[in-house]
Nanobody, 123 residues
Framework: QVQLVESGGGLVQAGGSLRLSCAAS????????MGWFRQAPGKKHEFVAA????????YYADSMKGQFTISRDNAKNTVYLQMTSLKPEDTAVYYC????????????????WGQGTQVTVSS
């Protein structure tokens, strides 16, 4: 059974930083590209970032370049999202997902999803 478990969310003041983690099990992790999406209240899922199976290639939503950094540790079956200079509009549930397709921004390309972790940025 495939499981993706996010952690690291919480409440942070505007301008602060958080690092999200997503631990994977039940799949050959190093064969999957990984992505982060988010969903704010009343809004659709939004692509944040993706990373190739090797970690050698990354892809970001234009609005998040320079603010968020995705990375992975295949020895730990974990993908990370380092978030800096957080703003209230970054408040959302953040989800990690696994895909056979590398660096995709499309939800439909992701086969497995975590349950999400809440990030709340106060002004």
């Amino acid at each position: 059974q495939v499981q993706l478990v996010e952690s690291g969310g919480g409440l942070v003041q505007a301008g602060g930083s958080l690092r999200l983690s997503c631990a994977a099990s039940g799949l050959t992790y190093s064969r999957y590209a990984m992505g982060w999406f988010r969903q704010a209240p009343g809004k659709k899922h939004e692509f944040v970032a993706a990373i190739s199976w090797s970690g050698g290639s990354t892809y970001y939503a234009d609005s998040m370049k320079g603010q968020f950094t995705i990375s992975r540790d295949n020895a730990k079956n974990t993908v990370y999202l380092q978030m800096t200079s957080l703003k209230p509009e970054d408040t959302a549930v953040y989800y990690c997902a696994a895909s056979i397709r590398s660096n995709s921004r499309y939800e439909g390309d992701y086969s497995y999803w975590g349950q999400g972790t809440q990030v709340t940025v106060s002004s």
